[in-house]
């Protein structure tokens, strides 16, 4: 199973948005709506923003946002912060107990 | 407050094994699956495999069937994951996670640097 493809580097200003996209297959992303999205801080744990593809966790701003059309699945950050400058990982179920991540996405506070 | 700590950071010679522990507290050890994931220098996260704490019984990424084995004790809530023939590219951090009710990994360890160097 290959990794999800995710853009490398996402830029954006304080206060703007970023969307972030992860293309799979129609064995994964497409058949499962078991997409789920980490932010990754250097040197920390990462962390669950989005599960089964929108929902949040406890504690997870609302300016995270997750969706998916066909194969490929989004993350859309709103409302900037310095503090999202992090490394973006998504993942997905492909089925018998398998998951595989994604490339991953630098998101960058200009 | 669901907690992971894992073992410290390790150095090990190209052929050799490693172990890294991932002890679990403020849940029931039983109830979730203990997921398996490494970071490479540079790279991205990559999925290992798991372990169901209940039966023990594991699963594993092809391309590392035949050289991770994961075990757990149940008596102290820890899962245990051995990986062997280590090589220059097995340098990574090995991080545990818990697969909580929704197919996602909602809590993770601090991570564990293991470097194969000679």
């Known amino acids: 199973q290959s990794a999800l493809t995710q853009p490398p580097s996402a830029p954006g200003s304080p206060g703007q948005s970023v969307t972030i996209s992860c293309a799979g297959t129609?064995?994964?992303?497409?058949?499962?709506?078991?997409v789920s999205w980490y932010q990754h801080h250097p040197g920390k744990a990462p962390k669950l923003l989005i599960y089964e593809v929108s929902q949040r966790p406890s504690g997870v701003p609302d300016r995270f946002s997750g969706s998916k059309s066909g194969n490929t699945a989004s993350l859309t950050v709103s409302g900037l912060q310095a503090d999202d400058e992090a490394d973006y990982y998504c993942?997905?179920?492909?089925?018998?107990?398998?998951?595989?991540f994604g490339t991953g996405t630098k998101l960058t506070v200009l | 407050q669901v907690l992971l700590l894992q073992s410290g950071a390790e150095v090990k010679k190209p052929g050799a094994s490693v172990r890294v522990s991932c002890k679990t507290s403020?849940?029931?050890?039983?109830?979730?699956?203990i997921q398996w994931v490494r970071q490479a220098p540079g790279q991205g996260l990559e999925w290992m495999g798991w372990i169901n704490p209940t039966s023990g019984g594991t699963k594993f990424a092809q391309k590392f069937q035949g050289r991770v084995t994961v075990t757990r004790d149940t008596s102290i809530n820890t899962a245990y994951m051995d990986l062997s023939g280590l090589k220059f590219d097995d340098t990574a951090i090995y991080y545990c996670?818990?697969?909580?009710?929704?197919?996602?990994?909602?809590?993770w360890g601090q991570g564990t640097l293991v470097t194969v160097s000679s």
């Open positions: 403020g849940y029931s050890f039983t109830t979730y699956y």
């Open positions: 129609s064995s994964d992303i497409g058949f499962y709506n078991y």
């Open positions: 993942s997905s179920y492909f089925g018998s107990n398998n998951w595989v």
């Open positions: 996670a818990r697969r909580g009710a929704s197919y996602a990994f909602d809590s």
